[in-house]
């Protein structure tokens, strides 16, 4: 059991796990295609930092980008750029690829792409590499303390 269940179990909120083969560097795309669903849906953990000791998760859609000028905007800082993958395993206890918003070692604001809401149901990584949770975006709120933001750029 993963931290990411393990949180979500003991707030009591729903979600489906959803196994699939994990292939590096597939992305978003490997995913959404193994699991038959939209890649939009699929929704990417990312952890960035705007400054030494100060990371952030950005959880974005799986076909879009993090503007992170915009990002970088919103927050008030100069510049928010991607942790290294030894950053994130250090921050987060889960490995780049497997990396989940819930159950992190350490706290790490959340920001998400607001539009991740409107969504009827999302599929967001449960802490392992080829592991995704299906669950009803509006639960994110309700496991974790989330920022809704606008940073997305489409990537098609």
Known sequence: MTPAVRLLREKNIEFTPHLYAYEEHGGTRHSAVSLGVEEHAVIKTLVMESGPKSPLIVLMHGDCEVSTKQLARILGVKQVVPCTEAEVTRL??????????????????????????????????????????????KDIANAITVTEVHAAVSMT
Not at 103 to 123: D, Q
């Open 92 to 137: 987060t206890g889960y490995m780049t690829g497997g990396c989940s918003p819930f159950g992190t070692r350490t706290h790490i604001p959340v920001y998400a792409e607001a539009t991740i809401f409107s969504l009827p149901t999302i599929f967001i990584n449960g802490g392992k590499r080829g592991f995704l949770i299906e669950i009803d975006p």
